[in-house]
């Protein structure tokens, strides 16, 4: 439970690692008073054996600031939900997110974004890399109450398959009851560029390092965000891996 204060300021990081076959059953629930700022980040890199579900529920007043970057790593069953609501006018909640799975994985991601006061902002972005014959699945929803006008809500999922194999579920949601909003959301799904990868190769870069250059460069769009140095240099490390 994480409760901030009028005007108080948190960076949070939730941290989930083990080994061998287990079951992680995780809630967090977090509370932004008027004018707080929160920045949380959960890094989810649990045994590639282990099942992992988790719910991340988040309550902001007005003019409170919540990002969150998710991270998932590890995992042979995962479902990461994260449900955001707005219970004061501007207020303003980045939900970002990247995925990595290979083998037979299953990675599940479910957002809520709940504008339910006028005058507030989403920003929601989510990356998925699949290989080998894992599974990913994207469903978020951003809900846009009839009195939230001047809404101003983005949701994009942008999905990298390395392999034939991989597979991809991905479902953006927009449900809009109010009449004066400004709502984009949409979702891409592709493979390496073969033009980028020619290029690379033709300036002398072996086939399966350019694969990691183009590869690194799609995920660290969003590990690049991340304030802690020492956690964004770790990251960039096994991106890389």
């Known amino acids: 439970l994480i409760v901030l204060g009028k005007n108080a300021q948190a960076t949070i990081l939730e ?4 080994n061998g076959a287990y079951f992680t059953n995780a809630v967090t629930e977090i509370a932004l ?5 929160l920045d949380h980040v959960k890094l989810q890199d649990d045994d590639k ?5 988790a719910n991340t529920q988040v309550a902001l007043a007005g003019r409170s600031t919540f990002t969150t970057h998710y991270l998932g ?3 042979r069953l995962v479902r990461n939900e994260v449900r955001v609501r707005f219970d004061g006018e501007h207020a303003e909640a980045t939900v970002n997110g990247v995925y990595l799975a290979d083998g037979e994985r299953h990675l599940d991601n479910f957002t809520v974004i709940d504008h339910a006061k006028p ?17 990913g699945v994207f469903n978020g929803k951003i809900f846009v109450r009839k009195d939230a006008q001047k809404t101003d ?10 392999s034939d194999d991989a597979t991809i579920n991905t479902k953006p949601q927009l449900e809009i009851f109010a009449d004066d909003v400004k709502c984009t959301h949409g979702a891409t799904v592709g493979q390496l560029d073969a033009n980028q990868l020619f290029y690379l190769q033709a300036r002398g870069i072996p086939v ?3 694969r990691r250059l183009l590869t690194f460069a799609f995920a660290n769009d969003i590990v690049g965000r991340l304030k802690i140095e020492s956690l964004r240099d770790e990251l960039e ?3 890389v891996q």
Not at 15 to 18: E, W
Not at 33 to 37: I, M, Q, Y
Not at 49 to 53: G, L, N
């Open 119 to 135: 005058h507030c902002a989403s920003h929601e972005l989510y990356k998925g890399i699949l290989a080998g014959k894992s599974h």
């Open 33 to 37: 008073a008027e004018g707080a700022n």
């Open 73 to 75: 790593l590890g995992g």
């Open 49 to 53: 054996t282990a099942y992992h579900i």
């Open 208 to 210: 399966e390092q350019a």
């Open 153 to 162: 809500a983005k949701q994009s999922n942008k999905v990298l398959l390395l």
């Open 237 to 239: 490390n096994r991106v």
């Open 15 to 18: 941290r989930f690692v083990g």
